[in-house]
Nanobody, 119 residues
Framework: QVQVVESGGGLVQAGGSLRLSCAAS????????MGWYRQAPGKQRELVAD???????TYEDSVKGRFTISRDSGKNTVYLQMNSLKPEDTAVYYC?????????????WGQGTQVTVSS
């Protein structure tokens, strides 16, 4: 099995910063693509940022220039540095590790960490 554990959420004022951390462990064997998602009350879960095993990144448009996803070299550990936070960034943030083998997709999620941005 695979375990995914996030940390680093909290309460911050608008304009402030937070750094989320995520570690995936278990039957992974190789470095996997990982991502951060978020879900605000009454909304669907959305992709915030993703990073491949090689370090290529993608971002949701509203966080470009404010958030940075990174990973430790050679590890299934990722971070999300969030700067210039806005109240609309308030959500539960989930870490995801994912990969495909043939036609089969594998997805594992963390328990989520709350990020609250006050105005």
């Amino acid at each position: 099995q695979v375990q995914v554990v996030e940390s680093g959420g909290g309460l911050v004022q608008a304009g402030g910063s937070l750094r989320l951390s995520c570690a995936a462990s278990g039957r992974l064997f190789t470095i996997k693509p990982m991502g951060w998602y978020r879900q605000a009350p009454g909304k669907q879960r959305e992709l915030v940022a993703d990073i491949t095993s090689g370090g290529s990144t993608t971002y949701e448009d509203s966080v470009k220039g404010r958030f940075t996803i990174s990973r430790d070299s050679g590890k299934n550990t990722v971070y999300l540095q969030m700067n210039s936070l806005k109240p609309e960034d308030t959500a539960v943030y989930y870490c995801n590790v994912h990969w495909r083998v043939g036609a089969s997709d594998f997805n594992y999620w963390g328990q989520g960490t709350q990020v609250t941005v006050s105005s």
